[in-house]
């Protein structure tokens, strides 16, 4: 009988190798300047969380709901995985709002878990980067965290016209579904359902999600989808708001004062909208970087008022040849009564939440962004036992000049060291033998050069192998400036 453990992975989860980490943490170093720059401070909050602070229990069934990981403690009590970045931070305000200023504003970084039907780009644990202003109703607030998002996109390397952030009000819809209720207000359950059908608007279409407000619609797998049930004159309304469009924020806004009516709630959004406007009008983010569109809804029921997304509409083909936009990477809104839960008073707040892995992968795709193993781009090579000290000197000596420098710790002879060496993206080795050690020089070779040589040698293999273009001799005292001058060919810095 095999005491072997086979090795394996949970359902939905992934390893992530060097590369992806290295361009995932370049990343996220850019992304916290463009916060700090706007005074947002760091949090960290634990990665477990009482499930009642979640919000995701059901009492009547006595266990967790919504797609979390849980367990009960040794108290008995239920502990959750978070399932996000907000409501650990609204615990975290409604536990220390006696010493915290107003606004507190703050952003947090790490990984979140979701137990949901894992699919290709889709895992049970991934990684968001969120920024929140909590303790102002401003919607100059609103209008920086749109603000926040282009220069997050822009310091990544994504152009104006490579991405666009989108921003609806809430409180426009609902006083949309006030005329759609005759004045009155839908039960939660239909809202939810509306809101819902409405998010499905870029994947179904307006007619798909005229079809889920009516009677339903067969998906393509033949299975019937149970509409909301609203009448033909409902889904009009529904349909008119979602085709809303104009060349300029405030012809938007005009647009939709003549939609909702005369919906009190309906005109306090119109109005926050055109606040909005002329904040990001006075910052310079113009109509080429923010818009404002109806069918932006976020499915997440606790948004009060603006919402907001971040969509990258810059196209690449496929593995299918099709082309295709990577859609929404940054998402938020204000959720005013979230904090409530906690302390009974009402706390406004605002904030958004990047998807890190989403936008990662794009940045990667359409090479904004390196992602190479490398820690360290140059290897000091060991030709001979005998010299294994003056090894460790030259590699502290380069550590020392600000050189990240790996020592081959190996026992393979030099061919192989060299095979490393190109395995791990090394740009330079450092070979010193006895002859050199005599002359007091050491040998520096240029690996991307030699690669980029010996694919155009030809019938000149041997006089290249002669000549060695890619290996120089440099004095052995002056190592350091040496190998940093190979290195600067390669540096985007």
């Avoid at 926050?272 to 932006?296: N, W, Y």
Wanted: charged share 30%; glycine share 10%.
């Amino acid at each position: 009988m095999s005491d072997k453990v086979r090795p394996r992975i949970l359902k939905g989860m992934r390893d992530l190798p060097p590369e992806q980490m290295r361009a995932r943490r370049e990343m996220i170093d850019k992304i916290r300047i463009v916060y700090e720059r706007y005074g947002f401070a760091p949090l960290e909050t634990p990665t477990l969380e009482y499930v009642d602070a979640l919000g995701k229990f059901l009492p009547e069934a006595d266990q967790p709901d919504g797609g979390i990981f849980a367990f009960r403690d040794e108290d008995r009590e239920w502990i959750a995985l978070r399932y996000d970045l907000t409501a650990p931070l609204s615990r975290y305000f409604a536990m220390n709002k006696a010493t915290l200023p107003r606004p507190y504003r703050r952003y947090q970084v790490g990984p979140v878990f979701r137990m949901e039907k894992p699919g290709p780009g889709r895992y049970r644990e991934f990684y968001q980067f969120d920024f929140d202003s909590v303790g102002t109703s401003s919607m100059l607030a609103d209008a920086e965290a749109c603000m926040v998002m282009c220069d997050a996109l822009e310091a990544l390397g994504i152009e104006a016209g490579e991405y666009m952030v989108r921003v609806n009000n809430r409180k426009v819809l609902n006083g949309v579904l006030e005329r759609v209720a005759g004045g009155d207000t839908l039960p939660p359950e239909v809202t939810h359902q509306v809101l819902r059908s409405i998010d499905k608007l870029d994947r179904l279409g307006i007619e798909g999600v005229a079809a889920l407000l009516g009677p339903g619609r067969k998906d393509e797998s033949g299975d019937v989808m149970k509409g909301v049930g609203l009448s033909v004159d409902q889904i009009k309304i529904v349909v008119g708001y979602l085709t809303a469009e104009s060349a300029t924020r405030m012809n938007v806004c005009d647009e939709l004062e003549s939609l909702i009516g005369e919906s009190a709630i309906g005109r306090e959004g119109i109005a926050e909208l055109r606040e909005i406007d002329t904040a990001l009008t006075a910052g310079g983010f113009g109509e080429d970087r923010v818009v404002f569109d109806p069918t932006v809804v976020r499915g997440l029921a606790y948004y009060t008022g603006p919402v907001f997304e971040a969509d990258l509409t810059v196209e690449i083909v496929d593995g299918s040849g099709r082309p295709r936009q990577f859609g929404s990477v940054f998402g938020g809104g204000r959720y005013d009564d979230l904090i409530a839960r906690f302390t009974g008073e009402k706390v406004p707040a605002t904030g958004a939440s990047l998807g890190v892995d989403r936008l990662l992968a794009a940045l990667i795709e359409l090479g904004k962004i390196d992602a190479e193993p490398a820690t360290a781009k140059v290897l000091v090579t060991r030709l001979d036992k005998n010299l294994t000290a003056e090894y460790q000197k030259i590699a502290g000596e380069l550590r020392s000049a600000g050189i990240n420098t790996e020592l081959y710790v190996g026992k393979q002879g030099i061919g192989k060291q060299f095979k490393y060496a190109s395995a791990t993206g090394k740009t330079v080795c450092v070979v010193l033998g006895e002859d050199e050690m005599g002359k007091g020089e050491v040998s520096i070779k240029d690996l991307r050069l030699g690669d980029e040589l010996s694919k155009e040698i030809g019938a000149d293999r041997k006089k290249w192998l002669e000549e060695q273009p890619a290996q120089l001799s440099v004095p052995r005292l002056g190592i350091a400036e040496s190998v940093r001058e190979v290195l600067a060919r390669y540096s985007s810095n």
